[in-house]
Each structure stands twice: as C-alpha cells, then as structure tokens.
C-alpha cells in the first residue's frame, strides 16, 4: 500500500480509538482495559510484520509510528495525573505541561527525521506526528473550549449544537423558518452527519452527560483526512518530498489548524470536502473518466450542503474544466456528457436545502445574519486603506494586537487572520505570562511563515515546469475564496468576520505553494540548504504549537 494511503488508514482508526478506547469527560482519559488493548494490537502488528517477512523499511516505519503513540498515550495519561494532583498549583501544572509538551517534541524530532534523507517514509512521520497531536488535543480539550457558535447540545438551543441535537434526537428537518434558531440556516449534512454518530454511539451505550464529547472523533477524522488529501495534493503537483515535509508540517501544526480537529462547526467537513473537490480535479484531468467527474460533483455538491461557501472554488475547476476541453476538442461530446452528469449530482445535492428554505420561508440563498452596531464585536467601517494596512500602534504589545474588544485597532484584517491561527477567537491569550510570551513567539512565527508561504505561492505559480492547469486550480481558488473572504469582512464589519475558518484553503494551499517552491532542490545547492533550514524552523514552530496549545489547555484547567 502506497505511504500516502497508509495515512489515510491511519487515520479512521485513530478516531474510533478515540471514541471508543478513551474515556473524554472523565479524569483519567485512558482506562487500564484500554490501554492493554492498544498495547495487545500494537504487538500483533509487529508479529504479523514479523511472520509475512515484511521488508526492514517496513519494521523502522512500524517501530518509529508505534513509539509516536505510545508518547502520545504517554503524555495524555501523565497530564491527566497532574491534573488531578496539582490542580490548585498553576505553577506546578504550566511547568509539567511544558515539560511534557517539549518532550512530545523531542520525540517527533527522534522518531521522525532519523536520518540525512528525506523519503516517503519522512511524509508519513510528519503527518503521522501531526495525527497525534490532534489526538492529544481532542482527547485533553473540552468539547466547549475554543468553539465557534457552538450553543448547547438540548432541546431548543441554537448554535451548532443545538442543531446537532435536533437531528439526534427528531432525526428530521428543522418544521419552521431556520432563522428562527441559531446557526440552523446552515446547510445541514454535517450536522446530520453528527446527530448519527450520537445515535450510533448510544447503541454502545455511549450516552448521557458528556456525549457531545463524543463529536470530536468525528472531527479528528475530518482533519486527519484533510492532512492526507493534502498530501495527495502535492504528489498530483509533483512536489518533491522535502517540499511536502515542509509545507504539511508547517500545516499540521498551525495552532488552529489543530483546533479544528476538535470544533464541532461545519467548517472542518466543508473544508476537507472542498481540498478532495480539488485532488479529484487533478486526478481528473489527467484521467478525465465519468467515474472521477462524479467524484468532483460528490465532493464540492457535499461540501454546499455542508456549508454554502464550499461553492467558492467551484470558479477554479470549471476553469481546469474548460481548459481540458479547449486542449481535446475531437472529444466535445464525451465532456458535454460527463458535464451534464456533474451537474446533475452535484446542484441537487448543494442546493436543495438552500431552495427549500426560500420557496418555504423566503430566506434568500445567500443569508447571513447580521449582528449590528451595538454588540462587542463590532468594529467599524474602516476604509480599505486602514483595513489593511492600518498598523498604528499594533505592534507595541501583543494585548494590543489581540484585544478583539478594541476597536481602535481589532480592523486590521491581516493582523487579525494571524491572530486567529494563533489562537482561535477569544482573550484567553490573557491569562497569564506564560501563555502571553508563548502566544507572542508563536504569534510572530506565524505571521513570518505564513508572509513567506504567499510568497512562495506566487513564485510556484509562476515556476516554470508546473503544469498550467494546476496554476489555474491552485491561483484561482486562493483568488476567489480570498477575495470573497475580503468582501464579507467589508460587508460585515465584525470580529468574528474575520475569523480564519472562512480563509484556511488558500492558508493551505500558499503552504503547498512554499513546498512546491522547494521541490527542485537537486538543481540548486542554496535552494536544497534553505529547504534544511525550513525544516528546521518547522520544528522550532511544532515546540512551540504545541507547548502554547498546553498552556491554553492547563490555564483552563486549572
């Protein structure tokens, strides 16, 4: 099996580990059944690689993933402990949580780059690294910390629970106007998706207090399996391993980016959707088959009915579309047919909900709704200018820059989409100096890595080498998800606008525009020791992801 694939198995079951092996609203998250489970099926892994003489390859891969978790089921356990013994001692508890979290980065460095090349086998590691960080996280975080419109999971509560809880409980449609209820005039596949996963979950007799912890396993799928399409992206656009190492790393440890692994909205499925709308586009031109244009249509027609805006990189594939017919005209009529299918699933299946919704309640297609000028997250209408370049005073402290309650500088639309990858929303970034000064380095880091990302973005699209219908795929779908994401934050002046969530596929894709930047190293001896370099700063940032993320998580405990 390919090592991309692999991942992709990988991932499933680390979401049915956790949801069924872990125990997330208790004190101690691993039960001692539990982890001797884990522990048996780990062992006969290595038995069945031992008894079908797997290569040696094999077995360093198999004993590099096994150490990855055994450290994370280590530190889940150890953290838990010291919750429970020191929770009164904030000092105690940040010490050990930074301590532990620096270990957890030690031992991605040991297991993970052993060795002066960098093969397939490095990709899986760091994405595999990525995956259980993601686990730590889901398994030690709250289901109502660092949530967007969340609301309660009850009967007549609004926000993306209380949504959740209508299809878990009903298993029907919302009857009235879905304006009625908080968040409920989302497209609603992921929420359905949700309430059957509760529902599957009590017939294991998983119910009652704390099963909406349970909807973070779903998520940690979703965001596992957009790291691995991710992945395939780059091998479609022919980056070079180091290239992939640096840009998924950089990306499997982006703070919201492993916050996504546990919110419970819509925006984690419409984003892994919308990225396997684009893998399958690629993998579409180059096999333009029925079978792999219904797959765009699945794909981008779920991603509407998970979410209305996953309709924005749909500008980008008609364009790769209608270039593969300009470069095959003798065969029109067999691309009419493959488009009539494409229409035909994935309209239905993106716009139903949408249409229903207008003919019964006339709520128009595009609704959001608006929060006004009297609510704290307002912010103004700025000019263009000040939008985004209106750095005054910004960069003093970073209270300053983070403080979404001050309008005076909260408008910064660039300042702000750093913010939120750093953080997520909120002023938990207060609570103390230890979070500060970590948030400040990791603020800064970002901001860096993410400024060099857009840059080698535009330096891969103009590369020479690269195929020109994957520059129209990548360059218009930051173009357009961009440009719309500017748009809404001028139309509605708020915070929560210009939140990251509506703006992580081009955030991803200018992380794969660096990596492709340095996938010709073996042509170039500056570009092949700079390419070390990232690496190595990768490295830097995952220490201090994942050391901000425990802080944050202890600071709450505690």
């Known amino acids: 099996m390919?090592?991309?694939?692999?991942?992709?198995?990988?991932?499933?079951?680390?979401?049915?580990?956790?949801?069924?092996?872990?125990?997330?609203?208790?004190?101690?998250r691993?039960?001692?059944l539990s982890l001797i489970l884990l522990l048996a099926g780990a062992f006969a892994i290595g038995v069945y690689a031992e008894v079908k003489k797997a290569s040696w390859d094999t077995k360093k891969m198999l004993m590099k993933s096994g150490g990855l978790v055994l450290a994370t089921l280590g530190l889940i356990q150890v953290v838990c402990v010291f919750r429970q013994n020191f929770m009164n001692n904030t000092s105690v508890l940040f010490k050990w949580s930074c301590i532990l979290a620096m270990v957890l980065a030690y031992i991605i460095l040991l297991f993970v780059f052993t060795g002066s090349e960098v093969t397939e086998d490095t990709v899986f590691l760091v994405l595999f690294a990525g995956l259980c960080i993601r686990v730590v996280y889901v398994v030690l975080m709250q289901v109502h910390l660092y949530q967007n419109d969340a609301g309660t999971l009850a009967p007549n509560y609004g926000g993306h629970l209380g949504y959740i809880y209508h299809f878990y409980s009903k298993g029907t449609l919302p009857v009235g106007d879905p304006r009625w209820f908080d968040q409920f005039y989302h497209p609603p596949l992921h929420?359905?998706?949700?309430?059957?996963?509760?529902?599957?979950?009590?017939?294991?007799?998983?119910?009652?207090?704390?099963?909406?912890?349970?909807?973070?396993?779903?998520?940690?799928?979703?965001?596992?399996?957009?790291?691995?399409?991710?992945?395939?992206?780059?091998i479609k656009l022919k980056m070079s391993c180091r290239g992939r190492c640096i840009a998924l790393g950089m990306i499997s440890f982006l703070p919201f980016s492993i916050m996504l692994s546990g919110a419970i909205n819509n925006d984690g499925l419409m984003i892994l959707l919308d990225v396997m709308a684009i893998y399958f586009t690629l993998k579409w031109y180059e096999e333009p088959t029925t079978k792999n244009i219904l797959f765009i249509a699945l794909s981008i027609g779920c991603a509407m009915m998970t979410k209305i805006s996953g309709v924005l990189i749909a500008p980008a594939i008609a364009a790769v579309m209608l270039h593969k017919v300009w470069k095959s005209k003798g065969e029109l009529k067999k691309y009419i047919l493959q488009f009539l299918s494409f229409a035909a699933v994935s309209f239905p299946l993106g716009l139903w909900y949408p249409v229903r919704n207008l003919i019964k309640f006339g709520v128009p297609l595009t609704y959001v709704p608006k929060l006004g000028t009297d609510v704290a997250q307002y912010i103004g209408r700025y000019g263009i200018f000040q939008r985004l370049f209106g750095l005054e005073g910004q960069f003093t402290s970073l209270n300053i820059i983070l403080d979404n309650k001050r309008p005076d500088v909260s408008y910064n639309i660039p300042i702000s989409i750093v913010k939120f990858l750093t953080f997520g929303e909120g002023n938990h970034y207060k609570a103390n100096k230890i979070i500060q000064n970590l948030g400040t380095w990791t603020f800064y880091f970002t901001m860096g890595f993410l400024a060099l990302a857009f840059i080698g973005l535009?330096?891969?699209?103009?590369?020479?080498?690269?195929?020109?219908?994957?520059?129209?795929?990548?360059?218009l779908s930051v173009l357009v998800i961009t440009l719309s994401y500017f748009k809404f934050c001028f139309d509605y002046p708020h915070v929560c606008t210009m939140h990251v969530r509506y703006i992580m596929i081009p955030v991803y894709f200018c992380f794969l525009g660096l990596g492709g930047f340095f996938s010709e190293t073996e042509e170039n001896e500056v570009l092949e020791k700079t390419g070390k370099g990232f690496m190595g700063a990768m490295l830097v940032y995952a220490v201090l992801s994942v050391l901000l993320l425990f802080a944050m998580e202890a600071g709450f405990a505690a």
């Open 2 to 28: 390919k090592r991309e694939n692999s991942f992709l198995m990988a991932v499933p079951a680390a979401a049915l580990i956790v949801n069924f092996l872990f125990l997330q609203d208790a004190a101690y």
């Open 30 to 32: 691993i039960p001692f």
């Open 191 to 234: 929420h359905m998706l949700a309430g059957a996963w509760l529902k599957l979950n009590k017939l294991f007799g998983k119910s009652g207090g704390g099963i909406d912890e349970l909807l973070q396993s779903l998520t940690l799928f979703y965001s596992g399996c957009t790291l691995g399409f991710l992945n395939k992206i780059g």
């Open 458 to 475: 535009l330096i891969w699209l103009f590369k020479r080498g690269v195929d020109f219908h994957a520059r129209i795929l990548l360059g």
